[in-house]
């Protein structure tokens, strides 16, 4: 079990440990302790001396990114900081490490927070397997930084686990054909992450409409949580929603059949289930037709074009006018 370093253990038990086994471990036992722990308690759970756990703790805040607290000699977690320890098998910790691998290879930015849970979830791997999550950590510590995007993340998150409105900024155009910011309150329900625009989006309730909507987090131009609570609706099912969107859209369901003329297209279309609805025919000339039932055609143009001519659109027809203008307009630029 790789949870050994996360457990309640006796006095002494770390001192053979490495650090970073030795740091998610006083974190561990910080957080059993909502009152805080006087340091020589700290020091004698870990092995360790008064002085190290003092150089520990200062490496728990600073490169952690854990929030500490001390009253007087005793020293704590701050709770919204900190999840408790998970007790991980070797076989559940490398499926985490396969999803941190897809988030690392989804995000187009800097993230501190996924460097972070990288970085725990790499304290606790065997060294063989660790070495390629500090790798992916490496890839994304070299990436851009984005503080505009990371405090919007942040404080839509922090409203949807605590139930508390967000107030936002969005752009939108208005019916002079301007885009505009307006502001608005927002009750964050959910969180879903879009792997093919690289982008995510928050879904609940927004007050200037009265409606349930869905907006991007990239187009979310500033943020401010608000002390006004909320709660989710007891009925209120994120995967319904989503289980016709070709992403995210909620858009009215529509018939889309798709033929593949390509041998070698068809073949790589068998190999996956590209969406909840989709039905298989194989057609009497030997082409293969996908069929969906799908919120709206504006998500998955994205998908058909990037066949090429290998995919035909059979319908609906608007979809297939769409396709037939984009081919139009890239023959006009490169004529």
Known sequence: MLDATLQSCGPGEFIKRDRPGRLLAIVGFLHRHPIGVPLEEIAAHAGVSRRTVQRDLKVIESQMGVALFQQGNRWGVLNKSFMPPLKLTLLEAVTLFLGARLLARFLDRRDTHTIRAMQALAAVLPSDVARHVDSAVKHLTARTADAAYEKIFDLVTLGWVEGRKVRIGYPRRHADGEM???????????????????????????????????????????????????????????????????????????????????????????????????????????????RFTVSGTTEILSWVLGWGAAVEVLEPPELRERVMATARGMIDRYA
Not at 197 to 214: E, P, Q, T, W
């Open 180 to 290: 505009r910011v307006g502001l608005q309150f927002f009750a964050p329900y959910f969180l879903e992450p879009n792997p093919r625009g690289h982008g995510c989006y928050v879904i609940g309730h927004d007050d200037r409409s009265n409606a349930i909507r869905c907006f991007k987090l990239e187009r979310i131009t500033d943020a401010e949580l608000t002390d006004e609570r909320f709660t989710i609706p007891e009925d209120f099912d994120p995967h319904a929603r989503f289980d016709r969107a070709w992403i995210v859209s909620d858009e009215d369901p529509v018939l889309v059949r798709v033929r593949f003329c390509d041998e070698s297209a068809a073949a790589h279309a068998r190999e996956n289930d590209w969406h909840p609805s989709q039905e298989a025919v194989e057609l009497d000339d030997g082409t293969l037709e996908l």
